[in-house]
Nanobody, 119 residues
Framework: QVQLVESGGGLVQAGGSLRLSCASSRSISSINTMGWYRQAPGKQRELVAT???????NYADSVKGRFTISRDNANNTVYLQMNTLKPEDSALFYC?????????????WGKGTLVTVSS
């Protein structure tokens, strides 16, 4: 079982920055993949960025070069640094964790943190 708690959302002007944090109840060094997804009103949830236990990262094309995902194993926290924010980045951002083995995959989600970017 993994509990994930997001923080860091808020209201920011276009061009500004925010850093989201995701605190895990479980040691993140034992979690295969962690990441961030977002969901805007009326749209499907979409991948923003992921990071594996080995440090490999993956980003949605729409955020490449602007967002950076990182992990702090000592504090069991994953971060999403968001720069040059645009109004279209406004969404509820969810932290995600996947525990996977040979014959199983378990996905966990936080409750989300709201990001609003004003123009």
């Amino acid at each position: 079982q993994v509990q994930l708690v997001e923080s860091g959302g808020g209201l920011v002007q276009a061009g500004g920055s925010l850093r989201l944090s995701c605190a895990s109840s479980r040691s993140i060094s034992s979690i295969n993949t962690m990441g961030w997804y977002r969901q805007a009103p009326g749209k499907q949830r979409e991948l923003v960025a992921t990071i594996t236990s080995g440090g490999s990262t993956n980003y949605a094309d729409s955020v490449k070069g602007r967002f950076t995902i990182s992990r702090d194993n000592a504090n069991n926290t994953v971060y999403l640094q968001m720069n040059t924010l645009k109004p279209e980045d406004s969404a509820l951002f969810y932290c995600y964790a996947r525990l996977a083995g040979r014959q199983y995959a378990l996905d966990y989600w936080g409750k989300g943190t709201l990001v609003t970017v004003s123009s």
